[in-house]
């Protein structure tokens, strides 16, 4: 079994910075995908950046120049910089794993950590 578990949420006022970590524990032969979703109240979760084993990245248009994921073997990050209100949600980790060589790959999903930003 595979386990996510991410750390870093919290409150912090518009304008600044909060780094959220997730680190994958388990059984694990390799890791291709990490990503970062998040979703806000009373909205869809939404992706937010992704980052591949080979360290290509993307992000959705939204946070585009303030967020920058990057990875260390299992564990993923997400530096979020000028932070605004509307950043507010439950950010969630997101990892496709392969546990042993010539197994399938398998999705999964951390708890989810609270970042609130205030006006």
């Known amino acids: 079994q595979v386990q996510l578990v991410e750390s870093g949420g919290g409150l912090v006022q518009a304008g600044g910075s909060l780094r959220l970590s997730c680190a994958a524990s388990?059984?694990?032969?390799?890791?291709?995908?990490m990503a970062w979703y998040r979703q806000g109240p009373g909205k869809q979760r939404e992706l937010v950046a992704t980052?591949?084993?080979?360290?290509l990245t993307n992000y959705a248009d939204s946070v585009k120049g303030r967020f920058t994921i990057s990875r260390e073997r299992n564990t993923v990050y997400l530096q979020m910089n000028s932070l605004k209100p509307e950043d507010t949600a439950v950010y969630y980790c997101?990892?496709?794993?392969?546990?042993?060589?010539?197994?399938?790959?398998?999705?999964?999903w951390g708890q989810g950590t609270q970042v609130t930003v205030s006006s």
């Open positions: 980052i591949t084993n080979g360290d």
């Open positions: 388990g059984r694990i032969f390799s890791i291709n995908v």
């Open positions: 997101n990892a496709d794993v392969k546990s042993r060589s010539l197994y399938p790959t398998y999705n999964y």
